[in-house]
């Protein structure tokens, strides 16, 4: 398959490259073209996934099927878009001094990297490298987060860095226990580690030993999914780094480690034969929602609370995963594509909002939709998207989470509704008020990246009202992988 | 009981001390010489069981572990602390004697933990999955107690042994390309880190997180 090779390869190129002409002129348009094709070679591979099936490659070192296709074009899409946005950023960044060229070079190059160790992580059929690919995500973003060497940045970063490296430090003692357990059935080699074999033998594996696997595994890669009470390296990371790298960490990283644990939960499920996998993420993943909504009411710094929101937004599929089925399952993987598009807009727009207001706090920001109506307007749209207001996707994906929740868990459909309204005020006001409200905004030297906005607020607005058919059976295929 | 299985058991017993030496260890050189101690024992370790079996891919883990834990990252932390000045320094340690308490409370779950996976497992090294358990949890706990950056690192590379050790224990390792992959993530993680010390002190002027955990008013609340 030359477009999965194409797919790891390129964003690969692309850091080598950058690792030496990042700071170039013309850097932040190859940016762009590199994270283009790779979108490019996204969707031919998806074509190939939805047309023939799974697909195996390389020695069945690498395994796309319909759940993992639909996050890699995400994924690819997202990467996409995002360069695009970073364009006219990074060089605002540039001209304000907050940058220079051996940060702007790191910058580029780990990006690609960053969005390559993702790809990787989706495509392989080992459940191994999956975890040497998410630590690798963790350390390409890590230095990023300090981009700015500002001490709340340093800060952040260091929060990052050892609270996610302890987190996948379990992952990788669940990754064991679980080679123990197929190893034990598969025997040994390299073999026992591959998803295609281990799904095959599921029912044969030891449950007690994969229930411990599991409960590691659901910590380690919950720690990066933000869990609570495991969330708290996620509102700093997203708050001190730059723009684009919050847009992707938000959007895509988050969705990567909900994939590792919606696959462990499979194993799980099969070896165990009890619901305690889907129980416990419907625990952590109400949890989560609960928190994270009452935080966002006492948040002051913009990034902060759209951090904030993410973490809601993961305990609601982690949730719809743990209610396992066929259309909570829908809901909860609708749901990750309508929130990375919702919440990857709402970076966009307040990004070029922060440059022009020159700070973070929520307080300072006044009046976007007078100085820039473009701006203002996409961060008006993808507030009220992102809170589940209707016509918009990401209110689909509630109101089908919240339907089938109601029939399975009643009360914990009730909590959820709660938690929903909380953030609903908690972020309505504040959007408003930076949105309208007395201007004090300066003008930018390179005008912001609207298309990105836009394309991402259309794209869940189409899904709020027309999921087209060959989406519905795409869905319905990923869901009855992990459900 | 063969002369592996004994021998196995000493190599464990003695990967225990040092996690607890660590958890007591004021100086930053002596906590780098009880890291690389650790990692001649994970060799040993790993070269018994590649002895009893005859697999080849062990011996090559266990040269890895030889590079990796004995020779590069311990030169690459012994030039860190040199570089930043800070061989002389102690730490001030709250209350060892506590620390030691929960320590022996970690070491008594792990071996709860570990006693129903371990009778599952075939290979001579099972009675260990224990003292793996217990060094990686012993290793978080150092993490959490200690305030200078340099030892949280220490911490994060010992708990990545005893995962090591956990590995070699019940599985005699994980296939080679996830060993690989995990060994490059370590080493790479040992530059990042390095970078992120010279950070850290020139944006705080110290290496003390204490800086790293107050955030200045306005900035909002965590849970």
Redesign the interface.
């Known amino acids: 398959m030359p477009e999965l090779a194409l797919l790891l390869l390129l964003p690969l190129a692309g850091a080598v490259t950058f690792a030496f002409l990042g700071a170039s002129a013309r850097a932040p348009e190859a940016n762009a073209a590199f994270s283009g094709f790779t979108a490019l070679a996204a969707v031919v591979l998806a074509i190939r996934v939805l047309a023939e099936g799974p697909q195996l490659a390389m020695r069945d070192l690498f395994h796309v099927d319909a759940f993992s296709v639909l996050l890699v074009a995400l994924t690819a899409l997202v990467g996409f878009t995002t360069s695009l946005f970073s364009r006219p950023y990074m060089r605002n960044e540039v001209a304000a001094g907050r940058v220079g060229p051996t940060a702007l070079r790191l910058y580029h190059a780990m990006y690609q990297l960053f969005v390559a160790t993702m790809l990787l992580a989706l495509t392989t059929n080992?459940i191994?490298?999956l975890?040497?690919a998410m630590?690798?995500a963790t350390?390409t973003t890590?230095?990023l987060v300090?981009l700015y060497?500002?001490?709340?940045s340093?800060?952040a970063?260091?929060?990052y860095?050892?609270l996610c490296?302890?987190g996948i430090?379990q992952a990788?003692?669940g990754?064991?226990?679980l080679?123990?357990?197929a190893?034990?059935v598969l025997g040994?080699?390299?073999t026992?580690?591959l998803w295609t074999q281990l799904e095959g033998v599921k029912d044969q594996l030891?449950p007690?030993?994969v229930t411990?696997a599991f409960v590691f595994l659901l910590v380690g890669y919950g720690t990066k999914a933000g869990l609570?009470?495991l969330h708290?390296w996620l509102?700093d990371a997203h708050a001190e780094g730059p723009t684009p790298i919050t847009a992707v960490l938000s959007g895509l990283l988050l969705n990567v480690a909900l994939y590792a644990i919606a696959r462990s939960k499979v194993l799980a499920d099969g070896a165990l034969g009890t619901p305690l996998a889907g129980n416990l993420m419907m625990g952590f993943g109400l949890l989560t929602v609960v928190?994270a909504a009452f935080?966002t009411l006492?948040?002051?710094?913009v990034k902060?609370l759209f951090g904030y929101s993410s973490v809601e937004h993961m305990g609601l599929i982690t949730f719809a995963f743990g209610i396992g089925g066929a259309a909570a399952t829908f809901a909860g993987l609708l749901h990750m594509t309508v929130h990375s598009l919702t919440k990857s807009a709402i970076f966009f727009a307040v990004g070029h909002a922060t440059q022009k207001a020159g700070t973070q706090?929520i307080d300072e920001i006044r009046g976007l939709v007078h100085t820039s109506p473009a701006v203002g307007w996409g961060l008006m749209l993808g507030g009220i998207a992102i809170l589940g207001m209707p016509p918009f996707g990401v209110f689909a994906a509630e109101f089908l989470l919240l339907t089938t929740a109601m029939s399975a868990q009643p009360w914990a459909a009730l909590v959820l509704l709660v938690a929903l309204a909380v953030s609903f005020a908690g972020i309505l006001w504040r959007v408003q008020a930076m949105v309208f409200g007395a201007p004090n905004l300066k003008p930018l030297l390179h005008r912001p990246a609207i298309l990105p906005v836009f394309v991402h607020l259309g794209l869940t607005l189409l899904l709020g009202f027309y999921l087209p058919p060959f989406l519905a059976t795409w869905y319905r295929e990923a869901a009855r992988l992990i459900g | 009981m063969s002369f592996a299985n004994q021998l196995v058991d000493l190599i464990a017993a003695l990967l225990l001390l040092t996690s607890f030496a660590m958890l007591a260890q004021r100086r930053l050189t002596a906590l780098v010489d009880l890291l690389a101690l650790q990692g001649v024992l994970l060799t040993a370790a790993t070269l018994v069981a590649a002895w009893v079996t005859g697999h080849a891919h062990l011996y090559l883990s266990a040269l890895l572990s030889l590079v990796l834990k004995v020779v590069v990252l311990p030169t690459l932390l012994r030039r860190l602390v040199r570089r930043l000045d800070l061989q002389w320094d102690r730490e001030a340690l709250v209350n060892t004697p506590t620390t030691m308490l929960v320590g022996i409370v970690l070491v008594i779950v792990a071996f709860n933990l570990a006693l129903p996976i371990s009778a599952l497992s075939g290979t001579i090294l099972r009675g260990a999955l224990g003292i793996a358990l217990a060094s990686v949890l012993l290793a978080f706990l150092m993490m959490i107690t200690r305030r200078k950056a340099v030892s949280q690192v220490i911490g994060f590379l010992a708990m990545e042994n005893g995962l090591f050790f956990a590995a070699t224990s019940v599985t005699y390792g994980m296939p080679m390309i996830v060993e690989l992959g995990i060994a490059l993530d370590v080493l790479v993680a040992a530059f990042v880190f390095g970078i992120f010390f010279f950070r850290i002190r020139e944006t705080f002027d110290s290496l003390d997180t204490r800086h790293l955990e107050t955030r200045p008013a306005g900035e909002g609340e965590d849970v």
């Open positions: 080992n191994g490298i975890w040497v630590e690798t350390l890590v230095l300090s060497r500002t001490p709340a340093v800060r970063a260091w929060k860095f050892i490296g302890v430090a990788l003692f990754t064991i226990l080679y123990l357990a190893e034990r040994g080699g390299g026992a580690l030891e007690s030993v411990i609570v009470p708290n509102p928190v935080m006492r948040q002051t710094d902060r706090v």
